[in-house]
């Protein structure tokens, strides 16, 4: 579906618990949740919160935004900020399961150039070519990937590299490492790529072109 052009962006139900089939996304703002007669997007799941999520257009995008204490995922990863969705990006609401697909053939959609990630394998490509990451590199270009064009802290980063393991103040020089080590996994494909913006004293950004 996502090879035919839209006349808007669409939502398609991935689970029973979401009430409808499909959610043609016409107007600016969504709210997603399981109260009847205020969202937009009804989910019928006990653990989705009430007033769950927001979907916001900003200029051709639209912005998932997290209102819930139960927390919203994208791609299986957890949404720590507003996020902007591409074509076929998938939503969990209170777990990572996900239980909506996102579908938007405007190709001025946000990229990351030359870098994809092969939902099959799982594996991340540069200009098609496969590039040989340890785990602890796919976790970070993984995190920097599903929340492209968005400045990441170093915590942040951090966190998705080791999660419940990391120790604030004690993993800098490791962080550091991944990150240089990732650097030079790109180098490694393309002598020319250098699709991590450093911002120093705060974090990373995956450029998005």
Same mark, same amino acid.
């Given at each position: 579906?996502?090879?035919?052009?839209?006349?808007?962006?669409?939502?398609?139900?991935?689970?029973e618990?979401?009430?409808?089939?499909?959610?043609?996304?016409?107007?600016?703002?969504?709210?997603?949740?399981?109260?009847?007669?205020?969202?937009?997007?009804?989910?019928?799941?006990?653990?989705?919160?009430?007033?769950?999520?927001?979907?916001?257009?900003?200029?051709?995008?639209?912005?998932?935004?997290?209102?819930?204490?139960?927390?919203?995922?994208v *791609?299986?990863?957890?949404?720590?900020? #507003?996020?902007?969705?591409?074509?076929?990006?998938?939503?969990g609401?209170?777990?990572?399961?996900?239980?909506?697909?996102?579908?938007?053939?405007?190709?001025?959609?946000?990229?990351?150039?030359?870098?994809?990630?092969?939902?099959?394998?799982?594996?991340f490509?540069?200009?098609?070519? #496969?590039?040989?990451?340890?785990?602890?590199?796919?976790?970070?270009? *993984?995190?920097?990937?599903?929340?492209? =064009?968005?400045?990441?802290?170093?915590?942040?980063?951090?966190?998705?590299?080791?999660?419940?393991?990391?120790? #604030?103040?004690?993993d800098?020089?490791?962080?550091?490492?991944?990150?240089?080590?990732l650097?030079?996994?790109?180098?490694?494909?393309? #002598?020319?790529?250098?699709?991590?913006?450093?911002?120093?004293?705060? =974090?990373?950004?995956?450029?998005?072109?």
């Amino acid at each position: 579906m996502s090879d035919l052009l839209l006349p808007h962006p669409l939502l398609i139900r991935l689970h029973e618990d979401v009430e409808r089939a499909e959610y043609l996304l016409e107007q600016d703002r969504y709210t997603i949740g399981r109260l009847a007669g205020v969202c937009e997007i009804l989910v019928r799941r006990p653990t989705v919160s009430r007033i769950h999520a927001r979907l916001e257009r900003v200029g051709s995008h639209f912005v998932l935004h997290d209102l819930s204490r139960n927390h919203t995922f994208v *791609n299986h990863t957890l949404l720590t900020g #507003p996020y902007t969705l591409a074509d076929r990006d998938v939503i969990g609401l209170s777990s990572p399961e996900p239980l909506l697909r996102f579908i938007d053939s405007d190709p001025t959609l946000v990229t990351a150039g030359p870098l994809r990630l092969d939902e099959n394998s799982m594996r991340f490509l540069w200009d098609h070519r #496969p590039l040989d990451l340890t785990p602890s590199q796919w976790r970070l270009l *993984n995190y920097l990937y599903q929340h492209r =064009g968005q400045v990441c802290t170093r915590e942040q980063c951090a966190q998705a590299i080791w999660g419940a393991e990391y120790l #604030p103040g004690m993993d800098a020089e490791n962080l550091d490492k991944v990150v240089s080590g990732l650097r030079a996994r790109l180098r490694d494909v393309d #002598p020319e790529a250098d699709p991590i913006e450093v911002r120093r004293g705060v =974090g990373y950004m995956l450029r998005t072109a």
